[in-house]
């Protein structure tokens, strides 16, 4: 493709008054008003001063603009272009903006957290975002933190946290079924250099709570990596009604109860795609699985022990290569063993569906991966309170973004963030008035119109629920 004229007989004006380039954001913000954003956050945020105004527009103004993109305060510039201001109400200026979320105190961000819940739970009562799971169908509860980077000596609470990357640490919870993306439950933004455990058991209280307000029915299990292995973390689970499925850390009791183990307990498993092993830098296609009984937390007074199974993979170390050059075969085979601790009933999953569900953990790691390409991609403000109130929204766009897709159907349901974004939010359009209606005059062949259709009357056929 190359350009039909010479460029020097193109001109170009920034004049249009009825153009918009984010159409797509028409239907997502409708969700979001007929889920209740606005008078859920004028109801429970309630913040000082002239800044602290109309908490509610603000709000869905910044979430407006995170779905468009904007990954900064002064990206919330594009809330204020062409015909933006006939379509919506409340199209704030980046400075206005900026001095809202420095208003924020810790119990204001608190606030702002149970407003995020809120809006997941009303959300799903209007968009089923996982389905209508059954009762024997499992429901995933994913734990983990990331660390998001940021730049400067003025960001509060920036540090060097378990990746060595100096940043803020960010606490998600995830909720999701074996057909359905993850929908974000919970999140909390923390100092960077804070343990990963840190009020992880509080953290998991509230997920487990959130995710039962959702009605989805169905198998809770919490999994987790190592560092919530922690008798209060499994705790809270439990006493919320979930199970949990949790990596063990590697400690001496553990690989004395792995060596007592019979050889014979040993299954092989085949992957159906190999794994990269960070550790040996190598791919691996195939392992074995067995499993024993085991008291979690033993050394604790008797109300934390918690009685399950010690599910554990090892994997051959392969050092195939030097032996050949050598000419020799090994003598003995050497293991790396991962072993996770899990409350599940053997009933509902053995121990390979155990060690396969557990490794699914990792669809959290795609949570992390598009909020930090989005949103996210750098914390905007050097207050800490601000970012963590930007943290919440950007949980609130995450969320409506996935609504929409689900709304959309087809390809969308499970398409990523930026797809959605690129093919049903930033769409142009010319805005016209024709009978006290606004109509919306889009593209003509948009690849995606069909989507983008069915985004818009899924939306306006759906109930109130406020």
Partial sequence: MQVSHNLTSISASFSEVNLTGAAGLVPVMALAKQAGLRESVDQKVKLPTDKGANAGLKVTALVAGMLSGADSIDDMGILRHGAMGKLFTGTYAPST?????RTFTFGHARQLQSTAGELLVNLNQQVPLLGKPSKEQFVFLDVDDT?????????????YGYSKVRGLNA??????????????????????????????????????GTVKKMNLGGRLITRADSA??????????????AQVSVTVRMNKHIKGTIGTIDDQSWVKIAYPKAIFDEDTKQWISDAEVAEIPYTAFSSK?????????????????????????????????????????????????????????????????????????GPLAHMPSGNFTANTAWLH???????LTRAAGLLAGGRFTRAKLATIRQKLILVPARVASSARKQVLHLP????WAGAWMRLLTSVQALPQTV
């Fill in 97 to 101: 903006l900026g001095s809202f979320l």
């Fill in 147 to 159: 660390i998001i980077e940021v730049h400067g000596y003025m960001k509060q609470g920036a540090g």
């Fill in 171 to 208: 606490l998600l919870g995830t909720v999701s079924t074996d057909e359905y993306a993850p929908a974000l439950v919970s999140q909390r933004l923390r100092k960077g250099a804070t343990h990963s455990a840190r009020g992880a058991a509080h953290f998991i209280a509230g997920v487990v």
């Fill in 228 to 241: 919530y292995y922690s008798a209060t973390a499994v705790a809270a689970a439990l006493a919320g009604g």
């Fill in 301 to 373: 007074k008797k109300a934390l022990r918690v009685p399950g199974r010690l599910v554990v993979r090892r994997v051959a170390q392969r050092n195939e290569t030097k032996l050949a050059m050598e000419g020799q075969e090994p003598m003995f085979q050497i293991y790396r063993y991962h072993a996770v601790f899990s409350t599940i009933p053997q009933e509902w999953m053995d121990t390979v569906a155990l060690d396969k569900t557990h490794r699914q953990h990792a669809v959290i790691e795609s949570v992390n991966a598009e909020l930090k390409s």
């Fill in 393 to 399: 929204a950007a949980a609130m766009a995450y969320n």
């Fill in 444 to 447: 003509w062949n948009w690849p």
